[in-house]
């Protein structure tokens, strides 16, 4: 029977043709985009005029006949969608819903008539009834399917406050939509989306008091994370971000006490952390990486008892290794000969460690015994020319004759 009814309704789904079911004193009928529900009684013929109907369907209101004047209101927008007096009916469609305990119709019918008339003269009450309708869903109104209520859904509370933003982008239930989005994902244990939620709120509602409680948000989800105990540090990195800066955008907030008091957390569990990791290193045998981490407890967090245990387990090791051993870096005292030779073993290390090292050179091979240096080059003379001869010490220098004016 199961399987019948899921087949039934799938096919009826893709026919897209409304589907009526008699009923006592209704009909059930399903409408291609909005499912199942129970069609209102017929109201009778249409009036002549948009106003005449509408009188009617008022009439029937006053006379305590909800389904009637459903039709009624129904008949008017179908008939006249364009006159003043389907925009009283659409919204008064929209009361009779909700009145009636149908949140979700209701919400719907809010958005038609948002979606019709931007200019009416209700489109700021049907948007803060859906907000009040989707804020219900966020607070754990549970949905109905065939008229039976199912569990929560606090999906679909976040698609209803989309839906607001979609179509009230600019009203002042835009950034506590935007919020509440957050809020629901939150609940679903949706972080990533909750976290991108609130921002969103921050960035494109900064003046909005609202903004102040997303910031906050922010940081309070990665404290969460950060104290799940799943070591994660990038999440006590973030919500320490995100707690300075709602600190600082946000000084006058009611939440700075307590957003104060989680930083302080924070800074607890990374300095205990630090602690167990110098332990660590002490216990594997590697004192000067312990001194490390308990001297970097002690700098972040100097008055803490975690401080005052790195301080103790420090002159323990002290007092086994000595200064020198736990010193670290190349400030160690050296003598000159200890400097040179670890600078020598360091350079044969790193050359070494290259991928083209081929082992040390070879030496230069010593010369041939029998080889002899070429014989230096003589100087090219012209064969006509006699060289010149040597001067004679007892002679005074004379000059060439041309020089001297002769013929």
């Known amino acids: 029977m199961r399987k019948f009814v899921a087949i039934f309704s799938l096919v009826v789904a893709t026919s897209g043709a409304p589907l009526l079911i008699p009923q006592a004193d209704a009909a059930i009928v399903y409408r291609s985009g909005e499912g199942w529900s129970a ?20 009439r029937l209101e006053a006379e305590n006949q909800p389904k009637k004047a459903l039709g009624a209101y129904r008949t008017l927008v179908r008939n006249w969608p364009q006159s003043i007096a389907a925009q009283h009916a659409q919204i008064k469609i929209a009361d009779l819903y909700q009145s009636l305990g149908h949140s979700e119709r209701a919400f719907k019918e809010y958005g038609v008539y948002l979606e019709k008339y931007p200019k009416g003269a209700e489109f700021e009450r049907a948007v803060e009834t859906q907000f009040q309708l989707a804020t219900s869903f966020l ?10 209520k199912t569990l929560p859904s606090m999906q679909r509370a976040a698609e209803m406050f989309a839906d607001i933003l979609k179509r009230a982008p600019y009203s002042k239930w835009a950034a506590l939509s935007q919020f509440n989005i957050g809020r629901a994902m939150e609940k679903q244990d949706k972080w990533p989306e909750a976290v991108a939620a609130y921002q969103m709120v921050v960035d494109k509602y900064p003046a909005d008091e609202i903004a102040a409680d997303a910031q906050y948000q922010i940081g309070y989800i990665y404290y969460t994370l950060a104290k799940s105990g799943s070591n994660d540090f990038s999440a006590r990195h973030r919500a320490r971000e995100a707690y300075e800066d709602f600190i600082m955008r946000f000084p006058d907030s009611e939440k700075v006490a307590q957003a104060q008091e989680n930083l302080k957390q924070l800074g607890d ?9 110098g332990r660590y290193y002490q216990k594997t045998g590697n004192p000067k990486a312990a001194v490390i981490y308990f001297e970097e407890v002690i700098n972040s967090d100097p008055g803490s008892d975690e401080a005052k245990t790195a301080q103790k387990l420090i ?14 870096g190349p400030e ?57 001869l040597p001067a004679d010490n007892n002679q005074p220098p004379v000059e060439d004759g041309l020089l001297l004016g002769e013929p």
Do not use: C, W, Y
Not at 139 to 148: D, H, N
Not at 320 to 325: R, S, V
Not at 334 to 348: D, F, N, Q
């Open 39 to 58: 069609e209102d009684e017929d109201s009778g013929n249409a009036e002549a005029t948009a106003a005449e109907q509408l009188r009617k369907a008022e």
């Open 139 to 148: 607070e754990g109104e549970r949905r109905k399917v065939l008229g039976v």
């Open 269 to 277: 569990v990374d300095t205990r952390k630090t602690l167990d990791i």
């Open 315 to 328: 002159d323990q090791l002290r007092s086994i290794h000595g200064d020198d051993a736990l010193r670290s």
């Open 332 to 388: 160690r005292a050296e003598t000159g000969s200890k400097a040179k030779e670890r600078r020598k073993m360091r350079a044969l290390v790193e050359t070494s460690s290259r991928p083209d090292f081929n082992g040390p050179p070879a030496p230069p091979a010593p010369p041939e015994p029998d080889e002899v240096a070429p014989a230096r080059p003589e100087f090219r003379t012209f064969p006509d020319v006699e060289p010149p």
